[in-house]
């Protein structure tokens, strides 16, 4: 069974300019997650979905960051315009979203972003 | 609020040595659910174990063993035999039900052949 895809696994992009990311979950998964990931540190949420909706935006930086799931599957993290600061490891992660006491998150291989 | 800390940031060993990660959780509810994930550096975090709050009975998987203590707020993981492909950080990590799940801070840890 393929894993979580994310697609690029590096991009490198000068400040101001727009960046995307991508994400395909584990087929079948109704949940999915976008992390950020600075060095050092442990994922933090960005934004959880269920199905096509965001269920949980409260940590993305809506000044900046968007983020879309269309159709319930794909999703897609965008950064417009992208600051020094938003240099760290992107990363997705989607669950089955059936019962609280089994779900657990399987993550992909993340983007990392270096803005100059 | 939720908090998971490794106070070990960095460890290193021989190989074959054993070796104990430690994981203390701070939370308010009697239900939540405690995880520990690899993340080696290829960068994907790699899932290692999800226990349940109402479950205290310690796990063994191959070299890889869990315990999970309730009244000192505790789940320790420990590597058996630790080998050079055992090198990676490893992650802690706390949920309650459907909310967010807080990660600790990792801890890098170096097998030495």
């Known amino acids: 069974e393929a894993g979580v895809v994310q697609s690029p696994r590096y991009k490198i992009i000068e400040k101001k300019q727009p960046v995307a990311f991508w994400c395909n979950p584990i087929?079948?998964?109704?949940?999915l997650y976008w992390y950020l990931q600075n060095l050092g540190q442990g994922p933090e949420l960005l934004i959880r979905y269920e199905n096509e909706e965001a269920v949980d935006d409260s940590q993305l930086p809506k000044d900046r960051f968007s983020a879309e799931r269309l159709k319930g599957v794909d999703s897609t993290l965008k950064i417009q315009p992208a600051e020094l600061g938003d240099s760290a490891v992107y990363l997705c992660a989607s669950s089955l979203g059936l019962a609280a006491d089994t779900d657990t998150q399987y993550f992909g291989p993340g983007t990392r972003l270096t803005v100059l | 609020a939720q908090k998971v800390t490794q106070a070990q940031t960095e460890i290193s060993v021989v190989e074959k040595e054993d070796v104990t990660l430690d994981c203390v959780y701070e939370t308010r509810d009697t239900t939540y659910y405690l995880f520990w994930y690899k993340q080696p550096p290829s960068g994907e975090l790699v899932f290692l174990i999800r226990r349940n709050s109402f479950d205290e009975q310690n796990e063994i998987s191959g070299r890889y063993s869990w315990n999970f203590q309730k009244s000192t707020s505790s789940f320790n993981f420990t590597i058996t035999a630790s080998q050079v492909v055992d090198s990676a950080v490893y992650f802690c990590?706390?949920?309650?039900?459907?909310?967010?799940?807080?990660f600790g801070t990792g801890t890098k840890l170096q097998v030495i052949p």
């Open positions: 087929s079948g998964h109704n949940t």
């Open positions: 990590a706390l949920q309650r039900g459907y909310q967010k799940v807080t």
